[in-house]
């Protein structure tokens, strides 16, 4: 049974920090890209950042420079460091796994909540 279980989320007042984990289990993690979405209230989820196999990341350009994506293949986990955080990055944040070889299996965390306000 595949689980992505994330946690970190939280209340923060602007120019705080949070960092997310999300451990994964039931997979061979270090074949697998993992990624961080968010959603907030009446939007659209968005890709905030993605860290491949390879350990090669990409980020959503409003959050380059103030969140990290890493990931250890050890213990299993993702983690999504988010510094400067301001109101704007308030939403649901969930895991996402995608192995990068063919079948492309797809699995998402239940997502855990980041609330940036004063």
């Known amino acids: 049974q595949v689980q992505l279980v994330e946690s970190g989320g939280g209340l923060v007042q602007p120019g705080g920090s949070l960092r997310l984990s999300c451990a994964a289990s039931g997979i061979l993690f270090s074949i697998y890209t993992m990624a961080w979405y968010r959603q907030a209230p009446g939007e659209q989820r968005e890709l905030v950042a993605q860290?491949?196999?390879?350990?090669?990341?990409d980020y959503l350009d409003s959050v380059k420079g103030r969140f990290t994506i890493s990931r250890d293949n050890v213990k299993n986990t993702v983690y999504l460091q988010m510094n400067s955080l301001k109101p704007e990055d308030t939403a649901v944040y969930s895991c996402?796994?995608?192995?990068?070889?063919?079948?492309?299996?797809?699995?998402w965390g239940q997502g855990t909540q980041a609330t940036v306000s004063s």
């Open positions: 996402y796994a995608q192995k990068e070889s063919f079948p492309h299996w797809v699995y």
């Open positions: 860290i491949n196999a390879g350990g090669s990341a």
